[in-house]
């Protein structure tokens, strides 16, 4: 079953003092999976700490965002597929 979810953040900043970072969204039960924003990065998570995929929205090597993080909103698309993972980042 393949499900997506979307988002538009500005976070106040991009650190966090939590261990996993600032929850963006998280869904419970016996596999968990969220997306958090801590470090500097976008990140997915399952309930092993263990990161799936992840993009530096702090330094945006790939120039996806036209304003830093912090200043304009941008657009967070997940993507899950069975154990197959998408996350797209842009402004």
């Excluded at 069975?82 to 842009?90: A, M, Q």
């Amino acid at each position: 079953m393949r499900r997506g979810l979307e988002f538009w953040i500005k976070p106040d900043n991009l650190t966090s003092d939590a261990a996993e970072g600032q929850i963006i969204w998280e869904d419970g039960g016996g596999s968990g999976f969220g997306l958090f924003v801590g470090g500097g990065m976008i990140t997915t998570s399952q309930d092993s700490g263990e990161a799936i995929i992840s993009y530096d929205v702090g330094t945006d090597p790939e120039n996806l965002l036209i304003a830093p993080a912090t200043t304009e909103f941008m657009q967070v698309v997940l993507t899950r597929e069975g154990i197959g993972v998408r996350l797209s980042v842009t402004r």
